[in-house]
DNA sequence: GCTTCCATGTAATATGTTACATGATTAA
DNA sequence: TTAATCATGTAACATATTACATGGAAGC
């Protein structure tokens, strides 16, 4: 179990509501780890009681109040000591990837139209870790480095989709030719 | 929930049983999809409760005997019906990333040792991959075109995450030059 | 003698998802 | 007026992990 972990990397930075997490997620970690507010609310809560977080009202007008939570000492510690310990492997789920392996049952037609909404989101995502990556670098590379790794993670990611994207297209067009669809 | 997606698409190729599939889980689809034996064994057989596998009992000498899987009609009816509904969202869990993320808590030596080891893997897997997409092509790619893509995207994944460790390797190294680790 | 491979499974626990619930504000 | 954004949460259900259990054969 480490969404705990994520979290308390993402509080390092700077304090944050259960909401805002949630957005980050969504977005720039999300590629690497994933969990819907439901998870997080839940996990804070947790990391509370456990004195790893700890969290400041802060009432808003015209806005719903918020939580702000930060990470405290012994949230620090557990950070450490986790960083220590081996990382457990990798698990995707990736179910488009599974239709694809199972194409021969398939509607090439309909393949071929999520593939290109599938890179279009794709493409997207890389627009905005390039972006992001060159303002960091700006900023300084140094200052940011793992920051900057992350998102170059995540660029590298989205161009070797988007090159298999490619290859895809390629493929099913050229055999949806000959073959009829369905 | 595809994991019985990911199975049925496994069983269409050939009959399997929860052990093969678990192999198969370990090893190539893994990329894509990962379950432990646990999960299949369960999940198969509520798959034969819904007559979309079945089995056959299979005895051995010198080794347990064995369930043969294979898949229904009623099987293949559901997989073109999943087959036909937008994908999920893929979904990862990366705690390695999580560290490099965090990694200013971290041990520079100690993360970098990891890098290794994992890129050790990935290098391997690149091996296996680009060996079995040769092995498909000679055979004729148009055949083999739905395993083919999802090879592909293995080999494409592998050079992307190598790309990046190489990256990470030389700006570690570069900043423990600098700073002492720890 | 120890570990790995083969092969199957159960039970307990942990995690994750979906659905539901609330309620003001702002933009289309 | 419909939807989206902000913001938090509960409850029910589905899925996944870990630990446990068995047992012969083969290789070191």
Redesign the interface.
């Known amino acids: 179990m480490?969404l705990r972990?994520?979290i308390?990397?993402l509080l390092?930075d700077q304090e944050a509501s259960g909401y805002d997490l949630a957005r980050e997620f969504a977005n720039s970690?999300g590629?690497?780890?994933?969990a819907t507010h439901q998870q997080i609310y839940l996990e804070l809560g947790k990391l509370n009681e456990q004195h790893m977080v700890s969290f400041r009202h802060v009432p808003q007008e015209g806005k719903p109040d918020k939580k702000l939570y930060s990470i405290t000492e012994d949230g620090?510690q557990e950070?450490?000591r986790w960083?220590?310990k081996?990382?457990?492997p990798?698990?995707?789920?990736?179910?488009?990837?599974?239709?694809?392996?199972?194409?021969?049952?398939?509607?090439s037609g309909?393949l071929l139209g999520?593939l290109e909404q599938l890179s279009k989101q794709r493409r997207e995502r890389l627009a905005t870790f390039e972006a992001l990556a060159q303002r960091l670098d700006e900023q300084g590379r140094?200052e940011n480095?793992?920051?900057?790794?992350?998102v170059?993670?995540g660029i590298?990611?989205q161009?070797?989709?988007l090159?298999?994207a490619e290859?895809?297209r390629q493929?099913l067009e050229h055999?949806s030719v000959g073959l009829p669809t369905s």
Chains 1, 2 share one sequence.
């Open positions: 480490s972990h994520a308390l990397v390092q970690i590629l690497v780890w994933n620090r950070l450490i960083l220590k081996p990382a457990g990798a698990r995707i789920r990736d179910a488009f990837m599974v239709k694809v392996a199972g194409g021969q049952l398939a509607d309909a999520e140094e480095l793992y920051s900057y790794l992350t170059r993670r590298l990611d161009r070797a989709w090159q298999w290859e895809v493929a055999a």
